[in-house]
């Protein structure tokens, strides 16, 4: 009996050794597994940030030197001069009323992105509290949440727009109003996810049994867990926003005549595309850079927020 007691401790303290070395190279093989991904991942969002802001620093010039300088007025016709093709004089060629293009496309650069800011600040603000709302308590508040998401998502956005300005006629407000409401589902999906996800942690338990009011962690403990992924989301915001109004405006609706924007030079420069395709390309390079540059910002930032979730 007692040779067959050696034996079994023998065999428990050789297992015993198999169990601890089996731990010890795996836990380091799962730990440099980790740290490659996260370095891949961190390589990933740094070229992803570098392309998107090279792109975006083409319109950040011409928009600080239409701060600064103008070589010519907008609006001063000079039929003489109608359809140059790109020269020293007039880098980006002339329209078919002897505009300068290079000017214009200065000149609707501004209004582009005061609509783009207001149509996001109005999307994020109102998707932050029904998705915030919605993830935190669920039940009811989730529940026609989500209807109020499926009902905005149900009506295409240029169609919500051609409806206001039916309706209120045209304007910048009306466009920001129209496609503001619109971009709310996006915004709120996104911040339900995430408040979704971490509401059941330990650190929110922990906070309810202290006593802590919903407002408290909501604003102060769980907004900063998503921050990262709704910075990615207003990036891409941004991007859909300039999509959106470019649209409407190649459709001559929302933003008055008067009013420059690239998508209503693109609508003027289709009559004589073949004849002058410069006064095209312009204007949608413009907004393909603009496009660009937010969506490789954006996807950088949601490699970081995959990061921070792998922690």
């Known amino acids: ?25 795996v836990a380091p093989t799962a730990k440099h597994a980790y740290y490659r991904t996260t370095s891949a991942i961190d390589q990933g969002a740094k070229i992803q940030f570098r392309i998107g802001f090279a792109l975006l620093a083409i319109p950040l010039v011409l928009f600080l030197i239409n701060l600064f300088y103008r070589p010519y007025d907008t609006s001063s016709m ?15 060629g002339t329209d078919n009323y002897g505009r300068d293009i290079f000017t214009r496309v200065m000149s609707g650069l501004p209004l582009t992105i005061i609509i783009s800011i207001g ?22 508040v989730d529940y026609w949440g989500n209807r109020i998401s499926d009902a905005l998502l ?21 466009v920001i109003v129209a496609l503001g409401i619109m971009f709310i589902p996006s915004y709120m999906r996104v911040v339900r996810s995430g408040f979704l996800e971490y509401r059941q942690r330990n650190f929110v338990k922990r906070l309810q049994l202290l006593g802590a009011s919903s407002a408290r962690i909501i604003w102060l403990h769980l907004f900063p867990q998503i921050r ?3 910075m990615s989301a207003i990036a891409l915001g941004f991007a859909n926003a300039i999509l959106a109004e ?22 003027d420069a289709q009559g004589f595309i073949f004849q002058a395709p410069w006064s095209a390309i312009a204007p949608g390079m413009m907004i393909v850079t603009l496009v660009l540059g937010s969506f ?6 949601k490699q970081l927020a995959q990061q921070r979730s792998l922690a």
């Open 1 to 25: 009996m007692k040779f067959k007691d050696k034996n079994k401790d023998k065999n428990e303290n050789e297992n015993k050794n198999k169990d601890i070395n089996n731990r010890v190279s």
């Open 78 to 92: 000079n039929m003489t001069e109608r359809f140059m093709s790109p020269d020293l004089n007039h880098w980006f």
């Open 119 to 140: 149509i996001n600040l109005i999307g994020c603000l109102s998707g932050l509290l029904i998705g915030g709302l919605s993830g935190y308590f669920g039940g009811i």
């Open 154 to 174: 149900s009506i295409p956005a240029i169609l919500m727009g051609m409806l206001f300005v039916a309706s209120f006629g045209e304007g910048i407000r009306q």
């Open 228 to 230: 990262t992924r709704l």
């Open 246 to 267: 470019s649209s409407l405006s190649f459709l001559g609706l929302g933003v008055p005549l008067s009013q420059i924007t690239w998508g209503k030079m693109l609508k």
């Open 296 to 301: 490789f910002i954006s996807n950088g930032l």
